[in-house]
């Protein structure tokens, strides 16, 4: 299979393939992204993310069906958690979004998290940017159901939308903190319950609480499944938008989730050539044991491998 | 390269039993792979296309309605249609015996019939996806 012309000429098994070598850390990959990267930057990524069973991935099929009818192209990323004992996963995202999977003018894609912690799995960046260069028009990114600290999402997302559920009770006390400051536009799903408002109102008891500020996240009530309040919805993300290019925090959000990029791909290079000092020399073992019986510390064992690695790469 | 083997289960046509996919879909996300369950009553087309996108080594379906005849080599068709020349595509549920042979001659890779340990299931994809 020819990737590189594939994914040019608008293959989706192209793109597809492209993003497992991602996935599974084939080399080839990076260079196709990089002859690309140009390319990349013109979709808006929306993030998706809330506890799980709130209708994250049903929200997520509703606008992008909205999307859709404007015509345009949509992407959908679903991360559902990986099992940390047997590495299989369960992906079952795409159950809500039946209907999109015959649109021609859609790709959905399921990903295990594969160990990383933040609600996201580590080739989002990777498939994001496949599906930018694919043409896509919008991302929506679907995070794991989270708890209280899975922020990666923020780091990706130009728009983060928080899906909440009336009836958590006491429990949204305690999420306060994490997730709900991440939050640009709120949604209600599930309105037809009882305490739907009185989770709006938690909500927006919350908000004040954060100050004056020049954007306010709106809050909205939705009932996904039956497509009510959708339309809200998606003017409230619009005007999010319109909001962050008109700040000046578009571009300042995207630098933010640059920087955080190459830190992490810096991160990476070094554990890789770490890992490959060890495979070659065996040095990281020595140190460990010199630190297990107390002739080092672990401070200056990090020091000892930085000089190390430098001296053998010199070489 | 040491990479999870992804694959697609599906429920295509109409019954709305889907307890031995979800038992089969456990025991292989147990075994370490990664299973994209897309739900009951998929048509052909939507589990191509998914199987495409989600970029799977294996598909595995599931029928008890007695449709498999009609349904089964009609995914195996519009997968490689599609260019999924090599994924591996597998059958299970409720076949009789005599339509097995004419299920395999379509494309269908084996087909997994009551009472087959899911272990069984499990090393014919290891030992018959076309990837490394």
């Known amino acids: 299979m020819d990737i590189r012309a594939g994914l040019l000429s608008g293959s989706k098994r192209a793109a597809a393939r492209l993003i497992t070598m991602i996935e599974n850390g084939d080399p080839e990959a990076i260079e196709i992204i990089k002859e690309n990267y140009h390319k990349t930057g013109k979709a808006r990524i929306i993030g998706v993310t809330g506890p799980p069973g709130a209708g994250k991935s049903t929200v997520t099929d509703k606008l992008a069906k909205l999307v859709r009818k404007q ?44 160990g990383a912690l933040g609600g996201l799995s580590k080739s989002v960046h990777g498939a994001i940017k496949v599906m930018d260069i694919f043409g896509c028009d ?73 100050g004056m500020t020049e954007y306010r996240p709106p809050v909205k009530n939705i009932i996904a499944k039956d497509n009510k309040g959708i339309d809200e919805l998606w003017e409230a993300l619009e005007s999010h938008y319109k ?46 044991s010199k630190v297990f019986n107390k002739q080092l510390d672990p401070f200056n064992a990090a020091v000892e491998l930085a000089n190390v690695l430098n001296k053998e790469e010199g070489k | 390269m040491n990479r999870p083997i992804r694959v697609l289960v599906a429920k295509p046509g109409l019954d709305g039993h889907d307890r031995g996919a979800k038992v089969v879909a456990r025991a292989m996300r147990d075994a370490g792979m990664e299973v994209i369950y897309t739900g009951l009553r998929q048509t052909p087309e939507q589990i191509a296309e998914a199987a495409i996108q989600e970029d799977v080594d294996c598909v595995a379906m599931s029928i008890l309605s007695g449709a498999h005849n009609h349904l089964f080599p009609k995914v195996v068709k519009l997968v490689r249609e599609k260019g999924g020349e090599d994924i591996l595509i597998i059958g299970g549920g409720v076949i009789p015996e005599e339509d097995i042979p004419g299920l395999k001659e379509a494309g269908i890779a084996e087909i997994f019939t009551p009472g087959t340990p899911t272990s069984v299931t499990i090393d014919f994809i290891r030992n018959n996806i076309k990837r490394d």
């Open chain 1, 71 to 114: 015509g345009k192209r949509v992407a959908i990323i679903a991360v559902d958690p990986t099992s940390p004992f047997s590495g299989g996963a369960i992906l079952g995202d795409r159950i809500r979004m039946s209907d999109l999977n015959t649109d021609e003018g859609v790709f959905i894609r399921s990903m295990g998290t594969r």
């Open chain 1, 138 to 210: 919008y991302i929506f990114v679907e995070t794991v159901g989270v708890g209280q600290s899975e922020i990666d999402i923020v780091k990706v997302a130009d728009t983060v939308l928080m899906v909440m559920v009336p009836g958590l009770g006491d429990d949204i006390q305690a999420i306060k903190a994490g997730i709900m400051e991440i939050g640009d536009v709120f949604a209600i799903n599930k309105s037809d319950r009882e305490g739907a408002e009185k989770t709006a109102t938690e909500i927006e008891l919350m908000l004040d609480l954060n």
């Open chain 1, 243 to 288: 909001y962050m290019v008109s700040s000046g925090n578009f571009d300042k959000r995207r630098e933010k989730a640059i920087e955080t990029e190459i830190l992490e791909i810096f991160k990476q290079n070094l554990l890789d050539r770490v890992m490959r000092l060890q495979k070659n020399t065996e040095y990281l073992s020595e140190l460990i």
